[in-house]
């Protein structure tokens, strides 16, 4: 009796469910019935196959064929899916990527050369070999009618310059662009999509950047592709390869979209820091330009009429308020900054328009922009606005309030234009960066001047702040407030003396611990990813002693190193033994070769015969040259072999004041190339073999030693 009362209780909620939502759903679809019968609204399948047609429609003209098929093909299926099923949303998700493709629609190319030099030489000062390479590219294509095929590799240390000039690039060709990084890429995936079958599957970055920038011929920037990680599934350098060769990806096929895209007109750029760790199959088909590094002077142009100027923009300074001398520049250049690039010389600048800033608004200075100007400001942007924002940002290690306040103050105020900070970025080729070609390192007051009248309309501000009022308007983009009526606001001048209030005090170099190198000592020159660098090798003697002749290492030497160590103790064995055969120094003395400093990894070959003159100068108590530095392997007998980075090997010298370099002979063709302003001053000596560098490295006291070296190598 009890147990059928239940049946008949739970039975009755059972209907009362059922039929409710019967009721829900019959009353639903009559509404979309009755909706759809007043044309106010189709259902959601419908809507979603309109939107999709919609969006096809200007392309499919342009559309492959087979891409339109398999469009139409998923259209069908789409109306035949529960909208509720997981398919359903998978076959949404690949029409919505299908459809947003710029198919077969290209931006009209520019292969005006005179503009991409104008270009060009607006976002980079010097550069020239670099900027002639570009031109003659944009000069074929120009002949050619098209640039596709290639794929430009930019190699250099960090901050020269590679990934600006990419984007310089694209301006130039008046092409989108598009950057991401292969750093440490393990995935393929990340290059050549998911398959759809996979929850959350997506595809590769080549498809996304060509949905991002909406034309089907950009200029993709690959980062770091000498970073490329070594994947567990897969290998990414072959995955990057099908996507490069202009012999395959004309039909490159991503895993997601599953139908073949055309990517021959897509103009490929790379960049790397030491091209030998590319892998070979890519560097084959890719044409290498090597950026090496600036020298001082090249720096100091760079610093003043770009990112001084920039930074000057992004701190929202006028050019009146500030003066950062000739002198400050170059102690900054010279002691803070001495890597091959110039992104800590940015950095540090960036550091001192922002103290600046802050002691300006301290003063009571305000440099709002007035409504009417402020959009002019906005054009002004610079092609590497995101940079300068980034470093803004992050770059400072001190963290006072001080500095706070002048973080709120820049953000607030002025770098408003600054907007990507992902890996992945998308840019219009914008119009030009507001450049200045001066060759002078200093704007003037004179040119000041005769900008400011050529300047329309000139404010009337009250007399109280000198400068302003006496080149008013000078960059022609803001005004300032009546706001400091009745005080005199000093610009701020930045010169050696007081450097270290903006910058603090200069960092340790070990690049120069020498100034007159000791018995022993010797500076070579080597080659990293950072650039060139100098380096010394030091050697004294451990113990004296019948038959003790051994030679102890350090200084983190990589096994190249220690051989080419043992190679030198022979070789300067050998050489002794001719110059002076009674002496047994080498017999006799137990060595110690060191390379400071001891932290920083070192490999390679080519200071073998710098450890042979730094261990000859030990033996025979003399020092070698004052100024002089020299590279190159060195053979058991004595020959001297080819090294490389003969350029930043170069530009590390002339940074340490090196006066004579000694370069192996089959290097002289590189040296040959390289312009005149970096081997400008420098006594460069060519030599095949030891004997020759000996003469040199001992020059000036060979006639009181009377030695004479008979031919060695
Ligand atoms: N010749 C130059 N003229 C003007 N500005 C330069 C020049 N070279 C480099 N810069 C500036 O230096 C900054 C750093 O350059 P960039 O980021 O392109 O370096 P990079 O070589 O790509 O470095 P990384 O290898 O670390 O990626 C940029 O703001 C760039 O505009």
Redesign the pocket.
Known sequence: MEISKIQESIAKAIEEKISGEQRRYLLNEQLKAIKKELGLETDDKTALSAKFRERLEPKRQKCPPHVLQVIEEELTKLQLLEASSSEFNVTRNYLDWLTALPWGSYSDENFDVHRAQKILDE?????SDVKERILEFIAVGKLRGTSQGKILC?S????????????SIARALDRKFYRFSVGGLADVAEIKGHRRTYIGAMPGKMVQCLKNVGTANPLVLI??IDKLGRGHAGDPASALLELLDPEQNANFLDHYLDVPIDLSKVLFVC???VIEMIPNPLLDRMEVIA?AG?ITD?KM??AR???EK?TREACGIKPDQVEVTDAALLELIENYCRES???N??KQIEKIYRKIALRLVRQGVSNEPSPDVSVQQGVVE???SS??ESSIGSSDTESSTADCQIKTFVDGSSCKDATETDSAEVLEATEPAS?EHANDLVTTESEQSANNDMLPNPSSDSATIEQVTDREGNIGSTSVKEDVAGKVVENIVVDVSNLTDFVGKPVFHADRIYDQTSIGVVMGLAWTSMGGSTLYIETTQVEQGEGKGQLVLTGQLGDVMKESAQIAHTVARAVLLEKDPENPFFANTKLHLHVPAGATPKDGPSAGCTMVTSMLSLAMKQHVKKDIAMTGEVTLTGKILPIGGVKEKTIAARRSAVKTIIFPSANRRDFDELAANVKEGLEVHFVDGYNQIFDLAFESNNETIGFGLASFG
């Open positions: 976002d980079h000062y010097g550069l930019l250099g240390p960090p901050g020269v310059g590679k990934t600006s000039i990419g984007r980062d770091e960049t790397a820091n950026l600036y090249e142009h760079i009429d770009y990112l920039t690039g110039v992104r010389l940015q610079s092609t590497d940079d300068t450049h």
